[in-house]
């Protein structure tokens, strides 16, 4: 099964757990008004590539990839699901540590069909980077022209598959910086036993030349980028509401 690519990048090392090759897949429902690579939205453009090419790319570096491996990324790579169960059937092959960065937005609980080719693709996973938006419901649809609640049930999934799962969570100033929010960010995710990591991003304005350059309208085009310094106060907000969770889970357990 092809994959619909947008590119490939030989040394990332933001994309998962030690030096990665990172698989830019082409395609993505969401709207997200900060996303800084709109031109992967588009469901036709891109090129196809063979999964045994990727790897055969991969193999090249292998001697920098200790540590790493391959992250799928995008644009959705969930709305690729075949490749990327073919993808990490030839990667697990070559005990290659395999990675998803999704935004979960191609989760639907009634979809059968769909999520029995999850379960075949869980296996072969060994992370997920869930980048959640928002966690309220209309928030996140002022942001993302998309629905959260099939990307919470995606949350609920991976734990109950014992699927590692980073937290993504990109805080922008007067949208996504709201403590009350971001403590019930923290509340819900700290149910989660597979919850291994959060990582808490200030946003930037670099990705704004892309939309000038594709004629698209810049929503944040007034607001400024993050000061990452508060960043850090942002991200004790999530920790703590984490912490109110598994108190009271550890206090139910008693």
Not at 12 to 39: E, K, L, S, W
Not at 225 to 237: F, G, H, L, P, S
């Amino acid at each position: 099964m092809q994959g619909r690519i947008h590119s490939l990048e030989s040394f990332g090392t933001v994309d998962g757990p030690g030096v990665r090759y990172v698989v830019f897949v082409q395609g993505c429902p969401m709207r997200c008004a900060y996303c800084h690579n709109p031109d992967t939205w588009s469901m036709t453009g891109g090129t196809m590539m063979d999964p045994e090419y990727i790897i055969e790319q991969y193999e090249r570096n292998k001697g920098f990839y200790k540590g790493g491996g391959i992250t799928v990324t995008g644009g959705e790579p969930l709305m690729q699901v075949d490749f990327l169960i073919d993808l990490f059937t030839l990667a697990k092959q070559k005990d290659i540590h395999t990675c998803i960065d999704s935004s979960g937005i191609a989760f639907k609980p009634g979809n059968t069909d769909f999520i029995a080719k999850l379960d075949q693709l869980m296996p072969l996973t060994d992370l997920v980077m869930l980048d959640i938006k928002h966690i309220d419901p209309e928030k996140h649809k002022e942001l993302t022209e998309q629905p959260n609640e099939g990307i919470l049930a995606f949350a609920e999934y991976l734990n109950d598959r014992n699927v590692d799962m980073w937290i993504r969570h990109v805080v922008v100033p007067g949208i996504t910086d709201d403590d009350k929010y971001l403590f019930d960010l923290g509340y819900f995710i700290g149910k989660f036993h597979n919850l291994k990591a959060l990582d808490v991003l200030p946003y930037h304005t670099m990705g704004a030349v892309k939309y000038e350059k594709l004629g698209i309208e810049y929503k944040l085009k007034d607001v400024p980028a993050m000061d990452k310094t508060k960043v850090i106060e942002k991200k004790q907000v999530i920790l703590d509401g984490i912490k109110k969770r598994r108190a009271e889970m550890s206090e139910n357990d008693k």
